[in-house]
């Protein structure tokens, strides 16, 4: 297996090869042309992150500045908006559905270690992927640990720091997140 393959597949990888080296450059080249165009110009903005993510819905905005690792692992669904800061290390699947908002300074980490320190020293890494349902809303300076996957109409409160799964209809923060309340539709809808 290739390293590329080795870290879409979840297993340990060198992110040093230069293959992968060489995708990574190509998406800060990307990157750079994106958080250089002014905001207004929202065709152009589109266009470039249609050309750089795996997949899009028809309508996606993201505020500048935007970072990730590849973009082609990041796929997102109709009407995605992310705030100012956003980062999304992408070295594994990044799946967000429809009608989705990121709030400023959230982080989508994929990417993680070993915890065997020898091992960790060789600069060897993995992935895990993380999928987020639709009509979710992630607050300010949230972060999303690899391996998460969130329900739909899932809101995460600013700051909390998301280590595991959690189902539809909740509302779940703090450190580790944990559920705060049950997201209740029929009276949200009024």
């Not at 009407?79 to 980062?87: G, H, I």
């Not at 699947?93 to 270690?113: D, E, R, S």
């Not at 979710?136 to 996957?149: D, E, H, L, R, S």
């Not at 720091?161 to 559920?179: E, H, L, M």
């Amino acid at each position: 297996m290739t390293e590329k393959e080795k870290m879409l597949a979840g297993e340990l990888y060198f992110p040093s090869d230069k293959t992968l080296s060489a995708l990574r450059k190509q998406c800060r080249i990307k990157l750079d042309e994106l958080n250089s165009i002014c905001q207004s110009e929202h065709k152009t903005r589109t266009r470039l992150l249609k050309a750089l993510f795996g997949s899009t819905g028809k309508r996606l905005y993201i505020e500048s500045s935007f970072k990730c690792d590849y973009g082609e692992n990041i796929h997102v669904g109709e009407n995605f908006y992310a705030n100012f800061n956003c980062v999304i290390l992408d070295a594994a699947k990044v799946t967000i559905g429809n009608n989705c908002m990121i709030a400023p300074q959230v982080g989508l980490y994929t990417a993680t270690h070993p915890i065997d320190p020898a091992q960790r020293a060789t600069g060897i890494e993995f992935a895990k992927p993380i999928t987020i349902g639709d009509n979710c809303w992630i607050g300010g300076m949230a972060v999303i640990n690899p391996g998460v996957t969130l329900g739909d109409n899932v809101v995460v409160a600013s700051g909390a720091v998301v280590t595991k799964s959690f189902g539809d209809n909740v509302v779940i923060g703090g450190n580790p997140a944990k559920v705060l309340k049950q997201v209740n539709l029929e009276t949200s809808k009024s």
